[in-house]
């Protein structure tokens, strides 16, 4: 099975939670229509704290892995640790409000780092919603935070979130996600590296469990990781210690799934990898 990893980046309520509960509810990953990204009392409940959510869903035989990030300035180095792990990112911006602040602020981190966005016009169902209007206001954006020629040829999605509809022209009749689920394939590579090289993974979030204390989020890069063995956590400084993976687990919607393998290109989430360090 493929996988592709992307995050979602955007503003303040400019929807990306939403969008992502909608792909999960056409996906089959949730069947409860309120069950959601936002989960800080599911979490409470079942002792676990996530500093970021991550979820995945199945589409087309193909994994897609989505990775939350937060918009905020403030939050500048686990922004870029997130975007550091994955390969695309879907911009979502109000065909409303345009640009905001914290549009600007992940755009920019996102451009930085070569990543090629995919550009999604939410909520085109305002009634004030002005899309042409914004898409030349993202691409103008685009151009004064520098983007190279590649990444100034995005391509954009129009979409109601609320609705599950997306679509890859104004005029397009749509009833789901789909239009938007194809161009996540079209654009994000699939996942190339080799499984059977030495194992080699780095986390870029942190979460704790009440049971199983802290846990390690992160891409593997290279190799294939199994529950029960050892492995070799090293700082940037040089220094190494040793840890044996207690539990390993894998995203499906919003839930953890234990596995006793994961391979390399995926996002897991591992318990026993004592002082893991994630960088500032």
Not at 84 to 109: C, H, N, W, Y
Request: net charge negative; proline share 5%.
């Amino acid at each position: 099975m493929e996988i592709r990893n992307i995050a979602i980046i955007a503003h303040v309520d400019h929807g990306k939670t939403t969008l992502t509960d909608a792909l999960m509810r056409q996906t089959g990953m949730v069947t409860d229509a309120t069950a959601s990204m936002d989960s800080n009392a599911l979490e409470q409940e079942r002792g676990i704290t996530i500093y970021a959510k991550n979820t995945s869903v199945f589409y087309k035989n193909t994994k897609i892995n989505i990775v939350d990030t937060p918009g905020h300035a403030d939050f500048g180095s686990e922004v870029e640790r997130v975007l550091r792990s994955i390969d695309t990112v879907l911009l979502l911006v109000d065909a409303q409000e345009g640009p905001m602040p914290q549009t600007r602020f992940v755009l920019k981190k996102s451009l930085e780092l070569g990543l090629k966005p995919i550009v999604v016009l939410n909520k085109i169902d305002k009634p004030a919603a002005r899309p042409k209007e914004v898409h030349d206001e993202v691409f103008e954006l685009f151009f004064e935070l520098g983007a190279s020629d590649e990444q100034l040829d995005f391509t954009t999605v129009y979409a109601i979130g609320r609705q599950g509809i997306a679509k890859r022209t104004l005029d397009e009749v749509s009833e789901n996600l789909n239009p938007l689920l194809d161009v996540v394939l079209e654009e994000v590579p699939p996942v190339t590296a080799d499984v059977k090289a030495p194992f080699r993974m780095q986390p870029f979030n942190l979460a704790y469990d009440n049971f199983l204390g802290r846990l390690a989020v992160g891409r593997i890069y290279e190799g294939t990781m199994h529950a029960g063995e050892t492995v070799t956590i090293k700082k940037p400084d040089g220094e190494t210690r040793t840890g044996r993976i207690t539990k390993l687990c894998t995203f499906e919607g919003t839930q953890r799934k234990e596995v006793e393998e994961a391979v390399a290109g995926d996002i897991v989430m591992v318990a026993g990898l004592p002082d893991v360090y994630i960088g500032e």
